[in-house]
């Protein structure tokens, strides 16, 4: 732990009372979060590569092309949610990882006064930068796009916002709070694959949701009244457009693939939806839907 760490907890103690700083937030795609559970660990993409994690990258390749060597090496956690647009909209399904304020004091620990991909970023790694250098207003302030600002001012003060804690080890799950989803159906697609848990919390107000996804479902099946059909029902964020990506499938307990078929939905201005699944074997089976191709919900039937 660093040296100064008893300064830096009086200045999150500040944080917490000022803001409501909850601790410090790493967003990541949900299908990452079979490996981080395994691994114990949450890593830098540059350790991933090096063990050969498989994960799904928020950065596009290009983006990668113009990050330094040394952040790749890092882990990279946010103060605030819903600060880096660019990033999150390239995850199929985000979900934040909320840890405690305590990673503040690991030892390997640098701290920016800003995105750290930007050239006009400093960095530092004591309470002194940490307390005085980090525009903790700016960090906090929620209505930065909305500000009668633009120009340089505006880039600034979007820039400072994106201030991030970088830690150049594996951070272990032992300091994770929370896992954060944006809506129902990702929690209960959470709970079927990991089993249920006290650190899972749904709250939507964190995400950007211009997205359209599945919100909530329910799957309607009574195998003494029918055994070989039952119903998902689910509500969207938006209404649906007919897309080729949906799809459901059946599987058997081995993820062997039973049959797949197409969905049409009627468009009109509708977010609530039933998809009746036919001749379904009289064994216990996966079901598998997706949605503009994004695996949606996985349940296992009978």
């Known amino acids: 732990m660093k040296g100064d760490c008893e300064e830096l907890r009086r200045t999150v103690r500040r944080l917490k009372k000022d803001y409501d700083f909850r601790g410090l937030l790493h967003f990541t795609d949900f299908l990452n979060l079979s490996s981080i559970i395994s691994v114990g660990y949450l890593c830098s993409r540059d350790l991933c590569y090096a063990n050969n994690i498989d994960f799904v990258d928020s950065f596009k390749q290009n983006t990668i092309h113009h990050t330094s060597k040394e952040l790749i090496n890092f882990t990279r956690f946010y103060y605030v949610e819903k600060n880096n647009v660019n990033y999150m909209e390239n995850l199929a399904i985000p979900v934040y990882l909320l ?17 750290a991909d930007s050239k006009y970023s400093k960095y530092g790694a004591d309470y002194e930068f940490f307390n005085y250098v980090i525009d903790w207003e700016v960090v906090f302030d929620k209505n930065i796009v909305q500000h009668s600002l633009n120009g340089p001012v505006k880039q600034s003060m979007v820039r400072k916002r994106r201030s991030e804690l970088l830690i150049d080890e594996p951070v272990p799950l032992n300091y994770l709070k929370n896992i954060i989803f944006r809506c129902n159906a990702d929690f209960k697609r959470a709970c079927n694959l990991f089993g249920k848990s006290k650190l899972y919390l749904v709250e939507p107000h964190m995400f950007f949701n211009e997205k359209n996804y599945i919100k ?48 049409t939905f009627i468009e009109s201005s509708n977010t609530e939806f039933n998809v009746e699944v036919n001749n379904i074997p009289d064994y216990p089976v996966k079901f598998k839907f997706w949605f503009y191709g994004v695996l949606s919900i996985e349940e296992t039937i009978g």
């Open 99 to 115: 840890f405690s304020e305590e990673i503040i004091c690991l030892s390997l620990a640098t701290f920016s006064d800003g995105d």
């Open 216 to 263: 909530d479902y329910n799957i309607v099946y009574n195998k003494l009244i029918d055994s070989d059909v039952f119903v998902l029902h689910f509500s969207s964020n938006l209404p649906v457009e007919n897309n080729e990506k949906h799809q459901y499938g059946l599987y058997d307990l081995n993820d062997k693939l039973i049959r797949k078929t197409g969905v």
